[in-house]
């Protein structure tokens, strides 16, 4: 598995690895339906968001004492280093804050249940809740493993594109990406549709 660590259209740093999107795994058979429900709004999240909170909770799985980060051949080993330093940092403040708001709301879904059929709320915001926590410990363990940067040529040009604000290069750029790693969807990560005003 691979991981990259390179900035999107917008000039954000964007952390996510080779493998798919897939659906988050709970056995449950009592409220299968919920659940269902629940898991198909939870995949209508941006997949900017979803591929980089699942990258981060394979993290916590991995068992090798470095990871393997892609990133641009144009910044320096210690510029990317510090810069990977602070975009952890910044993510772990990030899904404290966002627990604790899920940790405040959840009581509220209980209210959902006075609805009629099943609480599609509660149960969206516990694989909300389940995913940010998973991505949490995830970033735990990758600020105490090691990180093996390596240079990548065509992440380097992809970057120079943004900065030089070509769009005009960015659809044969996404897909030599796409080709080079064995990607899938990279349009919607790293340049997704911008929101009309």
């Given at each position: 598995?691979?991981?990259?660590?390179?900035r999107?259209?917008?000039?954000?740093?964007?952390?996510f690895?080779?493998?798919?999107v897939r659906?988050?795994?709970?056995?449950?058979s009592?409220?299968?339906k919920?659940?269902?429900k629940?898991?198909?709004?939870?995949?209508?999240?941006?997949q900017?968001?979803?591929r980089?909170?699942?990258?981060?909770a394979?993290?916590?799985?991995?068992e090798?004492?470095?990871?393997?980060?892609?990133?641009?051949?144009?910044?320096?080993?210690?510029?990317?280093?510090f810069?990977?330093?602070l975009?952890?940092?910044?993510?772990?403040?990030?899904?404290?804050?966002l627990?604790?708001?899920?940790?405040?709301?959840?009581?509220l879904s209980?209210?959902?249940?006075?609805l009629?059929?099943?609480?599609?709320?509660?149960?969206?915001?516990a694989?909300?809740?389940i995913t940010?926590?998973?991505?949490?410990?995830?970033?735990?363990?990758?600020?105490?493993?090691?990180?093996?940067?390596?240079?990548?040529?065509?992440l380097?040009?992809?970057e120079?594109?943004?900065?030089a604000?070509?769009?005009?290069?960015?659809?044969?750029?996404?897909?030599?990406?796409e080709?080079?790693?064995?990607l899938?969807?990279l349009?919607?990560?790293?340049?997704?549709?911008?929101?009309?005003p």
């Amino acid at each position: 598995m691979i991981f990259f660590f390179i900035r999107d259209a917008g000039h954000k740093y964007r952390f996510f690895s080779t493998e798919p999107v897939r659906a988050i795994e709970v056995r449950t058979s009592r409220w299968r339906k919920l659940w269902e429900k629940a898991k198909a709004k939870l995949l209508l999240l941006p997949q900017r968001s979803l591929r980089q909170e699942q990258a981060l909770a394979r993290i916590a799985r991995l068992e090798e004492p470095a990871v393997r980060i892609l990133a641009s051949a144009r910044t320096e080993d210690k510029k990317i280093r510090f810069r990977f330093f602070l975009f952890i940092q910044k993510q772990r403040t990030r899904h404290v804050l966002l627990l604790i708001g899920e940790t405040l709301l959840l009581p509220l879904s209980g209210l959902a249940m006075l609805l009629p059929g099943p609480n599609v709320f509660f149960g969206a915001l516990a694989l909300l809740m389940i995913t940010h926590w998973q991505a949490f410990r995830g970033l735990q363990h990758l600020a105490r493993k090691g990180h093996d940067f390596e240079a990548s040529e065509l992440l380097a040009e992809w970057e120079e594109a943004v900065e030089a604000k070509a769009e005009d290069r960015f659809p044969r750029l996404l897909e030599g990406m796409e080709q080079a790693y064995g990607l899938s969807g990279l349009r919607k990560v790293l340049w997704p549709p911008r929101k009309s005003p």
